[in-house]
């Protein structure tokens, strides 16, 4: 039997010297377990969402360096590892030395070049170019090789010849999107698979959101039932990101035999390392330990990750975080609790006349059951203070008024830019940012108020998931850190008389509709706009096409309310909202479509379509005065 092990290291991004020292660390390892061979994954040594480091001619030639140690270290085992490759003597489309994502392949010190290859290495030959991906912004496709070759992409695509102790492993090696084929005009794997090769080897950087796990099992499960070729999947581990959007990478190593069955897969952002065993007859493919899916939601292990990679990615262990008695604050509180020592957290709890007796007694329980440290700073008199001085300043002609709604942006911002950066600062650590994804889409939150802080960790979830983290996080705890009555309140900002959830006054958007409404504008590949809504809504097929519970004509009394309501909402969203979002904090990737790099925006003005404002027409007609 062939032993191969697997390493999803903790990539450090732009890092190549952290970097080899893990890489060396798994080597000797491997060996000391007997392994034959080591299979690391894509881009280990530099990280993968590095952005324009990939522009630097002195960071390129420090990953050559130690592309040079790997080899060197492969005395008495195979490794396998991906990493970015370099030909100086071509250029890229953008004029730069010519760069790969590649697979590199080492034995006896020296590298091994594929078979009939060109190069002692395998070029990735599927370019992502959606969501987080760039890489045909910096990397040159097996394709185009090929093309400039005058090879066909059969041709060009071959199969490594892995030595394994007194055997060779004939290998399909694929790079993470060459197995994610399902939407371009070819299939590196079906092409690999005709050139009798007997394992699969997929080193992938795949970044974690929701459902991809699934899906991936999925896909790769049905295709190798079909080529009947079995397959191990190496995966990175870490945080990485793209300035604004962070993104957690989960591992989940995986192994599938040559009937697409899962046999074994690592837990998330866990098991640093696997052993899998080969029969290079049978083709039969184990591993050396059980290893059973994972089962559950990944919401709560995949943000715990990530909070806990990105304070230690800013060095900061200490976090200010305002708690309101609602549950945005509650559940990032809590978050943030359960991967921070107890006095390494501070509540602060900032009231004003507004703020119910309520909602000030849920916040002090849950401190009182997060353990953490406490305060409570009334700030009324400082909203009053620069309201006075502000009141009746001349300007011009005329002269300052603070209407109620600036009043009530000033107490946001009192909040965050002036008390909690100032406790943050004292206390020796960051604020959060507790926004969730639905005020983030439509900007019901204040700029330099409550949509600052130095991470908005929770900004990726819609309401309805908010509310499922903080049931997680109770069960993880198991107890009640957040109280009962947190997840019963009416959802309300507090910041004037017309906001009293003593008496059921909250927030303007019905969560239970408009989390569905809003999600559809943002992540479906194929996204929807008022005119598809209204489409739906006119059909009778709009609840359908959401995903929502209500019933949508519940909601609203007619036709020409419903309109309104629509049309609110992707005026805010497409409207003032981005450039509330291109200020607010970066997040941490949980969904398809997160803002920042995932969403690219530009600041353009809300747009209707003919046939929406033709629909409209038709829907809304005014007789007499009264709708029909």
């Given at each position: ?11 450090i ?12 660390e ?9 392994a034959?061979?080591?299979?690391l ?18 960071f390129?030639?420090e990953?050559?360096?130690?592309n ?12 396998l ?17 010519r ?5 590199f392949?080492?034995a ?41 070759e005058?090879?066909?992409i ?11 102790g007194?055997?060779?492993i ?21 092409i ?11 080193l992938s ?18 295709a190798?039932?079909?080529?009947r ?13 793209n ?18 069955t ?11 390392r ?18 059973a ?13 990530g ?15 305002g708690?309101?008695g609602g ?12 991967v921070l020592p ?5 509540l ?13 007694d ?10 953490s ?5 009334p700030?009324?008199s ?17 002269k300052?008024?603070?209407?109620g ?7 946001a ?6 008390i ?7 206390f020796?650590g ?7 994804k639905t ?8 700029l330099?108020?409550?949509?600052a802080?130095?991470?908005?960790a ?5 309401k309805?998931?908010i ?14 850190v957040?109280?009962?009555?947190i997840?019963?309140?009416k959802?309300?900002a ?12 909250g927030?303007?958007?019905i ?7 809003l999600?559809?504008?943002?992540e479906p ?15 009778g097929?709009l609840?359908e096409?959401l995903g ?14 419903f ?6 909402w992707?005026?805010l ?9 291109i200020q ?6 949980i ?8 969403l ?5 003005s ?10 409209k027409?038709s829907m ?9």
């Open positions: 039997m062939i032993k191969i092990a697997t390493a999803q290291i903790d990539v991004p732009g890092n190549i010297r952290e970097n080899w020292k893990q890489i060396e798994e080597i000797e390892r491997a060996r000391k377990a007997g034959h061979m080591l299979v994954p894509e881009m280990c040594l530099t990280g993968y969402l590095i952005g324009d480091l990939w522009d630097q001619s002195a390129l030639r990953c050559e360096a130690y040079e140690k790997i080899a060197a270290a492969s005395r008495d085992i195979t490794i590892w991906g990493s970015c490759a370099i030909d100086w003597k071509k250029t890229n489309d953008d004029g730069r030395p760069k790969y994502n590649a697979a392949a080492a006896n010190g020296h590298f091994l070049i594929p078979e009939k290859g060109r190069h002692p290495f395998v070029i990735k030959t599927l370019l992502p170019n959606y969501r987080c991906f760039d890489d045909r912004r910096y990397f040159t496709s097996l394709r185009q090789e090929a093309l400039e005058g090879l066909s059969e041709e060009a695509l071959t199969p490594f010849l892995l030595p394994a007194s055997e060779t004939r290998t399909g090696v694929l790079l993470c999107e060459d197995s994610w084929d399902e939407n371009y005009s070819l299939s590196p794997m079906s690999l698979a005709k050139k009798d090769i007997s394992l699969f080897l997929n950087a795949s970044p974690f959101t929701l459902g991809k796990n699934e899906k991936r099992h999925r896909m790769l499960g049905d190798l039932s079909k080529l070729i079995p397959m191990i999947y190496v995966n990175q581990r870490g945080l990485q990101n300035g604004k959007t962070c993104y957690t990478f989960d591992g989940m190593t995986a192994a599938y035999d040559k009937e697409g899962l046999i074994a897969e690592a837990r998330p952002y866990e098991e640093p696997c052993l899998f065993l080969f029969d290079r007859a049978s083709e039969n493919l184990m591993s050396e330990k059980p290893m899916p994972f089962q559950g939601s990944m919401l709560l292990p995949a943000l715990r990750y909070v806990r990679k990105f304070l230690s990615a800013i060095h900061v262990d200490k976090v200010v975080i708690v309101s549950i945005d604050s509650a559940v990032n509180a809590a978050l943030y609790r359960s107890k006095d390494h957290l501070l602060v709890n900032t009231p004003t006349r507004f703020n119910s007796e309520m909602t000030k849920l916040a002090r329980k849950l401190s009182d059951h997060l353990e440290p406490y305060l409570t700073i700030i009324g400082f909203i009053d203070e620069t309201a006075r001085a502000l009141e009746g300043l001349p300007v011009g002609k005329g300052i008024h603070l209407t709604f600036m009043k009530e942006n000033m107490q911002r009192d909040r965050s830019s002036r909690l950066s100032a406790l943050s600062a004292a020796g960051i604020f959060t940012c507790n926004a969730n005020e983030m889409t439509v900007g019901y939150g204040t330099y108020g409550d949509l802080g130095a991470l908005a929770t900004a990726d979830l819609w309805y998931q509310y499922e983290l903080g049931r997680a996080l109770n069960e993880w705890y198991g107890q009640e957040i109280p009962e009555g997840f019963t309140v959802p309300s507090e910041l004037s008389e017309s906001q009293d959830v003593t008496k059921g006054l927030d303007p958007l969560y239970e509709y408009h989390d569905y409404l999600k559809s504008f943002v590949w194929q996204r929807n706009t008022p005119e598809d809504i209204l489409a739906w809504y006119r059909e097929t609840e096409h929502c519970s209500v019933k949508v004509k519940d909601l609203f009394p007619t036709h020409a309310a309109i309104q309501d629509l049309e609110r992707w005026n969203f497409a409207g003032f909202a981005v450039a509330k979002r607010a904090p970066p997040l941490i990737a969904s398809r479509r997160p803002y920042g790099y995932d690219r925006e530009s600041q353009v809300p747009y209707y379509t003919d046939r929406y404002l033709e629909m027409r809304v007609e005014v007789v007499k005065g009264s709708e029909v």
